[in-house]
């Protein structure tokens, strides 16, 4: 069976630039220079296990996977422009969401945010969007 990792960074990351009024991301590997004063999103995609889904020949796998989202807002201002943008990243990604594309459907596990940080000139939130796929 073929890897499907490609598919389901696509996927989520095209499911991503669907949120409304998202503002500009940075995703991996791709030059981007933030302005300060405008907030932004940086996505990491996190494969974390493939796995034969049952036991036997040819199994079916099981793909795990994490996308950590930080949501950067201009610090200075208060924690709510990163809380809002945290906010409607796991709203978009709520759990039990699935996500089809190509015949490969993601579902979402869990999508939970962790402690604002303040690296200045920003204040960002960092949110971890558990999902899984089989092929």
Excluded at 29 to 49: A, H, K, W
């Amino acid at each position: 069976m073929a890897d499907i990792t490609r598919e389901i960074r696509a996927i989520l990351e095209g499911h991503l630039s669907t949120i409304v009024d998202v503002p500009q991301i940075a995703y991996e590997s791709v030059s981007f220079v933030p302005t300060t004063g405008i907030s932004y999103l940086q996505v990491v995609y996190l494969p974390v296990t493939r796995r034969p889904a049952v036991r036997g020949l040819n199994p079916q796998q099981r793909y795990d996977s994490l996308l950590s989202i930080n949501c950067y807002a201009p610090e200075g201002s208060g924690p709510s422009g990163a809380d809002i943008l945290a906010k409607n990243v796991m709203e978009a990604f709520e759990a039990t969401t699935s996500i089809t594309q190509n015949n490969i459907t993601v579902r979402i596990d869990y999508a939970e945010r962790q402690q604002g940080i303040l690296n200045s000139p920003w204040y960002f939130v960092p949110v971890n969007i558990a999902c899984y796929a089989y092929n």
